[in-house]
C-alpha cells in the first residue's frame, strides 16, 4: 500500500485542508481547552480489514476519553443521508457517539455549539 493510501496519510492531508468551520471549532478544542478534555482532529478510526487492507473513518474531531465523535455537515451531507447513516451505525457499533453539528451553526453561534457538546457530554456521564 503506498503512503498516500494509509490511513494516517489521508488523515494528515485532511488536517491540512481543514474548513473554516473545523478551524473555528478546533481552536476551541485543541490543547485541553474544553472541559479539560483531550480531541484528536481528523483521526482514523480503522473499524475492519480485508486482505489486510484497513477499512476506516476518518471524523472531523474525536475524543477518546468519551467515545465522543464531533462531524460538521456541510451542504454535502445534505445528499448523502444514507451514507452518514450508515457510517454513524458502524461507529456505533464500535461503542463510539457520535455528534453531528451543521456548519452555520459554527459560524453563527460558536458559544451554543460548545454548550451543545457539553450538553451531549452530560448525557454520555449521566447512568
Same mark, same amino acid.
Given at each position: 500500500?503506498?503512503?498516500?493510501?494509509?490511513?494516517?496519510?489521508?488523515?494528515?492531508?485532511?488536517?491540512?485542508?481543514?474548513? !473554516? +468551520? +473545523?478551524?473555528?471549532?478546533?481552536?476551541?478544542?485543541?490543547?485541553?481547552?474544553?472541559?479539560? @478534555?483531550?480531541?484528536?482532529?481528523?483521526?482514523?478510526?480503522?473499524?475492519d480489514?480485508?486482505?489486510?487492507k484497513p477499512?476506516?473513518?476518518?471524523?472531523?474531531?474525536?475524543?477518546?476519553e468519551?467515545? *465522543?465523535?464531533?462531524e @460538521?455537515?456541510?451542504?454535502?451531507?445534505?445528499?448523502?443521508?444514507?451514507?452518514?447513516?450508515d457510517?454513524e451505525d458502524i461507529?456505533?457499533?464500535?461503542? @463510539?457517539?457520535? &455528534?453531528?453539528?451543521k456548519? !452555520? !451553526?459554527?459560524?453563527?453561534d460558536?458559544?451554543?455549539? *460548545?454548550?451543545?457538546?457539553k450538553q451531549?457530554?452530560? *448525557? &454520555?456521564?449521566?447512568?
Open positions: 500500500m503506498s503512503d498516500d493510501h494509509t490511513p494516517i496519510s489521508r488523515a494528515r492531508k485532511l488536517r491540512q485542508r481543514m474548513t !473554516e +468551520e +473545523e478551524r473555528i471549532l478546533w481552536q476551541q478544542l485543541r490543547n485541553r481547552k474544553f472541559l479539560g @478534555l483531550k480531541f484528536l482532529r481528523q483521526h482514523p478510526i480503522i473499524y480489514r480485508i486482505n489486510y477499512k476506516y473513518f476518518i471524523p472531523d474531531f474525536y475524543c477518546d468519551k467515545k *465522543l465523535i464531533i @460538521l455537515d456541510g451542504k454535502i451531507h445534505d445528499f448523502q443521508k444514507q451514507r452518514d447513516q457510517r461507529l456505533h457499533d464500535l461503542g @463510539l457517539h457520535m &455528534l453531528r453539528i456548519n !452555520e !451553526e459554527v459560524n453563527s460558536i458559544i451554543g455549539v *460548545l454548550h451543545k457538546i451531549f457530554i452530560q *448525557l &454520555l456521564d449521566s447512568p
